[in-house]
């Protein structure tokens, strides 16, 4: 079974909109970490936001908020207002473990996302 | 903090020449990671290390590719003989200390003739 499943290949949004990237993960590890990245055309990996499995609260960062729903083994990126410079790759990961045991990453298939201006 | 350093960041070589990538990790981060990334495949784990030592090479594609680090600093991808099917982005990323996430590379673009 994939870990990461990221099923959508494509989304536009309209410029100033909220848009939401779903993800679903899989695993028996109780303890886990989630991730989004984003990589623009550019090619860079850029870190957005990170959700630790015991945590409380959904993640966010600045107009980025993380929707994890844990019994449902989602967790989607909410990108709030978006702004042009958002178009990109999003990539979803997740790391069983919670320490740094040096454990990989399993990463999606990505959605590439367009803002429309 | 200069972040994880990949070079060269663009490698154009003829099919049947070695090429090799080179990474220098965050400074006190324990473990490092290579993934290739294709348009037909995305992001696929080549091999990682703990500790300089190497984990899981389960997804080195065959005896063609090798990787080493031989202290915390360095990790080098060795591609020989390469050929054109090599084509991709090499990242490499590291993650340890508070860093509980990965920090990627730039990527170096490798085109093989």
């Known amino acids: 079974a994939q870990k990461i499943t990221q099923t959508q290949p494509g989304m536009f949004v309209q410029e100033k909109e909220a848009v939401t990237l779903d993800c679903t993960y899989d695993t028996s590890d109780p303890s886990y970490g989630l991730f989004w990245y984003k990589q623009p055309s550019s090619g860079e990996m850029i870190f957005l936001i990170y959700?630790?499995?015991?945590?409380?609260q959904n993640a966010t960062e600045g107009r980025y908020s993380l929707n994890f729903q844990k019994a449902r083994k989602s967790a989607n990126l909410v990108i709030s207002a978006s702004q042009l410079g958002d178009s990109a790759m999003y990539f979803c990961?997740?790391?069983?473990?919670?320490?740094?045991?040096?454990?990989?990453?399993?990463f999606g298939t990505g959605t590439s996302l367009t803002v429309i201006p | 903090d200069a972040g994880v350093i990949q070079s060269p960041r663009h490698e154009v070589t003829e099919m049947g020449q070695e090429v090799t990538l080179r990474c220098k990790p965050i400074?006190?981060?324990?473990?490092l990671f290579w993934y290739r990334q294709t348009m037909m495949r995305g992001l696929e784990l080549l091999i990682y290390f703990n500790n300089n030592v190497p984990i899981d090479d389960s997804g080195m594609p065959e005896d063609r590719f090798s990787a080493k680090m031989p202290n915390a600093s360095f990790s080098t991808l060795k591609i020989q003989p390469s050929e054109p099917r090599d084509s991709a982005v090499y990242f490499c990323?590291?993650?340890?200390?508070?860093?509980?996430?990965?920090?990627f590379g730039s990527g170096t673009r490798l085109t093989v003739v």
């Open positions: 990961a997740m790391r069983e473990g919670l320490a740094d045991t040096g454990n990989q990453f399993y």
């Open positions: 959700q630790g499995s015991y945590d409380q």
């Open positions: 990323a590291s993650s340890g200390g508070q860093n509980y996430g990965y920090t």
């Open positions: 400074s006190g981060h324990n473990s």
